[in-house]
């Protein structure tokens, strides 16, 4: 599950990209409102965000004056296995503004060559290699990014600062209110768990304050990029059976059989499975609004499963009364058969 890209590779495709673009042969990678992207219009900054999750981010801050491209911005490509075509490379090349993810999930685009002003969201908040680079599930991370895209905006575009940090400031009451939602959420479910295919929204559900079951070694193998060992699979699948786990995180983006047979467990022990992609998935508007998408699956599901949960208790209660009255009836009608 490397993400590395071949890095001469991807020097090669820049100098081919080079010769291409000498001759106007090279064709331009298309930006998220479909437009192409081959180099800024008149008064916009061309922006390229290496993934569409900090890309949506850049449209949100950056308004009618950014030209925003995604390079990988669909959820029907392993993230980990990319690899840029020529084209990407060259859209990178002419990026005025680069937002890219680091933290090791894509060498791919810090690799490559450009004069853009970087917005790098792991050394935004001091992640490295070897870290969880799933940094867009972060309160923290989507703030502090917002924020230096913001500032690289105004330096690109000097008169516009000003519109840049009226709509930061507009963006921040929205994460404002997606946190006061993460509030609301905990103190409904404080005893909920989960455990998870592979660590996908490790922090979005760490600031929901969801307790995390899965066994160590299976999420360690998981982190280290390796296949868990057969006993670190079959520990997650007790802690599935064994309903330690409240609900089940499945990353459909990083599909195998391992982890077909692991959401199969789920669903025959009725453990909710929410899927949580990668990249932001078709008719999510923002960042914020998949965020209020996802939490709003997880709480349905717990608030499901607690209500299936009461019913089968009221139903044991009633077995339970039910028996307890006809052990009691041959004991009065032998007291009664005495007197």
């Avoid at 950056?62 to 490379?89: C, M, R, W, Y």
């Avoid at 922090?203 to 999420?219: E, F, G, R």
């Avoid at 209660?317 to 041959?330: C, I, K, L, R, W």
Wanted: hydrophobic share 35%; aromatic share 6%.
């Amino acid at each position: 599950m490397t993400f590395s890209a071949n890095i001469g590779r991807v020097a090669a495709a820049v100098m081919a990209c080079a010769i291409m673009i000498s001759t106007g042969g090279c064709g331009s990678s298309q930006s998220d409102d479909g437009t192409p992207s081959a180099s800024s219009t008149s008064g916009t900054i061309t922006v390229v965000a290496s993934i569409n999750q900090w890309g949506m981010l850049a449209k949100e801050i950056g308004g009618d004056k950014v030209n925003v491209t995604s390079i990988l911005g669909t959820t029907n490509v392993d993230a980990h296995d990319f690899e840029p075509q020529t084209s990407d490379i060259a859209a990178i090349s002419k990026a005025t503004v680069l937002i890219v993810n680091g933290a090791g999930y894509d060498e791919w685009a810090t690799k490559s060559t450009t004069n853009a002003t970087v917005v790098n969201a792991a050394d935004t908040v001091g992640a490295s290699d070897g870290d969880n680079p799933h940094l867009w599930f972060s309160s923290d991370a989507r703030t502090a990014v917002a924020k230096e895209i913001a500032e690289a905006y105004g330096k690109a575009e000097p008169s516009a600062k000003t519109y840049f940090s009226q709509r930061l400031a507009t963006w921040k009451k929205s994460e404002r209110e997606l946190e006061t939602n993460m509030a609301v959420f905990s103190k409904k479910h404080p005893d909920a768990t989960y455990a998870a295919t592979e660590s996908v929204a490790y922090y979005l559900m760490s600031d929901l304050k969801l307790t995390d079951v899965t066994p160590q070694s299976y999420a360690q193998a998981m982190l280290n990029e390796s296949e868990p060992a057969p006993a670190d699979v079959q520990k997650m699948q007790k802690t599935l059976t064994s309903k330690k786990a409240s609900l089940l995180v499945n990353n459909p983006q990083e599909e195998s059989d391992m982890t077909a047979l692991i959401t199969k467990t789920a669903g025959e022990a009725d453990v909710p499975v929410i899927d949580v992609t990668e990249q932001v998935p078709d008719g999510a508007t923002g960042l914020i609004a998949w965020m209020n998408s996802l939490i709003s699956q997880f709480d349905k599901a717990l608030a499901d499963d607690q209500s299936d949960q009461d019913d089968q208790s009221d139903q044991n209660d009633a077995s339970d009364s039910a028996s307890d009255g006809s052990s009691e009836s041959p004991s009065s009608d032998s007291s009664n058969s005495a007197d």
